[in-house]
C-alpha cells in the first residue's frame, strides 16, 4: 500500500492577544461589562472638533505630562504613576474614544482621529511644552501625532512597549510576537466584525480552562447573557481601530525624531517579548533612551509604578 501524502499544516494564525485577566480588563474598560464610569479622581472634559466629549483626569500642578493608555484600558491603568508623578507636575490621563467613560462613541475611531484629539486636548488646556507617555496604542497615538504635528509643542516623548510597525513580513519581523502577518491580525479582525461575541469569549475561555469553557457555552446562563449584551455592542468603531493600526508605519518618521525619547519594554512581554525593539530603537534614534524591565510583561507601568514613575522623573529632568 502505498505511503499516503502528509497532511498539510493548518494556515497560520496570530497567537492571542491577551491572557484571561487582561481580556476581563479589556471588556470592563470597553464597557461591555456594565463597569468603567469614571471614578472619584479630578475629572475634567473637552469637547473635539466632531462633537466627541473626551474625559479627562487631571491630577497636580507644575509642568503638564500627558498620559495615554492603551487599546482595552483606560486612564485608571495610569492611576498609580499619575498620583507619584502629580507631586510635581500637571498630569493629565484621558479615557479615549471608546474606552472608560468616553461612550457613546461619534464616528469611527483611527490612529489619526486620536491625534487629532491628542493635539486638540492640548489646545484646550493651553499645553505647550508637554512630556507625551504613550503604551501600546497610546504609543501608536503619540507618533501619529508626532509624524503629522511634529514636536513643536513636545518636551519629551516616552513609548512603553511598542513597534512602529506591529505587522510583519520578509523584512520585518519587529511586529507583533515577532510573526504576525497583516493576513493573521485581518483575520481576527474579520472574525469579530461577523461574530464578535464568540471571538470574545473563545479569546476568554482559551485561557480559563474547560470549566470557563462549559460557562461561557452557549446552553450556559452566562453564556446566554454574555451574547445578549455583546450583540447590543456596537464594536464597528474599535475594530476600525485594530485595522488602523495594523496599517500603520512610523519606522521613517521616528527616524527622523528630534524630541528626547525613552522607550520603556517589558522583557516578559506577551506581544515583544524575544523581539529585539530595543535594538532597533537604539540604532534608528541614536538619542534614544532604553530601560528594560526583566519581570514585566506588556505593561511595566502597571507591575512596576514606582520604578516608572521614578525613571520618567529622572528621564524628564534629564531633558527639562
Known amino acids: 500500500m502505498p505511503d499516503s501524502a502528509p497532511p498539510e499544516p493548518p494556515p497560520p494564525r496570530a497567537p492571542r492577544l491577551t491572557g484571561l485577566r487582561g481580556a476581563l480588563r479589556a471588556l470592563s474598560n470597553f464597557g461591555l461589562m456594565g463597569v468603567g464610569a469614571p471614578g472619584a479622581e479630578d475629572y475634567d472634559t473637552f469637547t473635539a472638533s466632531d462633537g466627541q466629549v473626551v474625559p479627562v483626569c487631571v491630577l497636580g500642578k507644575g509642568s503638564p505630562l500627558v498620559l495615554v493608555h492603551g487599546v482595552g484600558c483606560s486612564h485608571r491603568d495610569w492611576l498609580p504613576v499619575a498620583r507619584q508623578l502629580a507631586r510635581r507636575h500637571c498630569v493629565l490621563a484621558w479615557d479615549a474614544r471608546g474606552h472608560g467613560g468616553c461612550r457613546p462613541v461619534i464616528g469611527s475611531i483611527t490612529l489619526a482621529r486620536l491625534a487629532t484629539d491628542l493635539a486638540e486636548m492640548l489646545d484646550h488646556f493651553g499645553l505647550q511644552r508637554s512630556v507625551l507617555v504613550g503604551h501600546s496604542m497610546g504609543a501608536l497615538t503619540l507618533m501619529q501625532y508626532l509624524q503629522g504635528h511634529g514636536t513643536q509643542r513636545v518636551a519629551a516623548v516616552a513609548l512603553v512597549d511598542q513597534s512602529p510597525r506591529i505587522v510583519t513580513d520578509d523584512e520585518w519581523r519587529l511586529g507583533l510576537f515577532g510573526g504576525c502577518s497583516a493576513a493573521m491580525l485581518s483575520g481576527l479582525i474579520a472574525g469579530a466584525r461577523q461574530d464578535l461575541a464568540e471571538t470574545l469569549l ?77 535594538a532597533w530603537y537604539r540604532d534608528t534614534v541614536k538619542h534614544a533612551q532604553v530601560s528594560i524591565y526583566p519581570r514585566a510583561g506588556h505593561s511595566p507601568h502597571v507591575s512596576e509604578p514606582q520604578r516608572f514613575a521614578r525613571e520618567l522623573e529622572r528621564f524628564i529632568a534629564d531633558h527639562s
Open 202 to 278: 473563545n479569546e476568554i475561555g482559551a485561557f480559563g480552562g474547560a470549566w470557563l469553557r462549559r460557562q461561557l457555552g452557549v446552553e450556559s446562563a452566562l453564556g446566554r447573557m454574555l451574547r445578549r449584551r455583546l450583540g447590543r455592542i456596537d464594536v464597528r468603531p474599535l475594530l476600525d481601530l485594530a485595522e488602523s493600526m495594523a496599517q500603520a508605519d512610523f519606522r521613517a518618521s521616528m527616524s527622523r525624531l528630534d524630541a528626547p525619547l525613552l522607550v520603556v519594554l517589558g522583557a516578559r512581554s506577551p506581544h515583544y517579548a524575544g523581539v529585539p525593539l530595543d
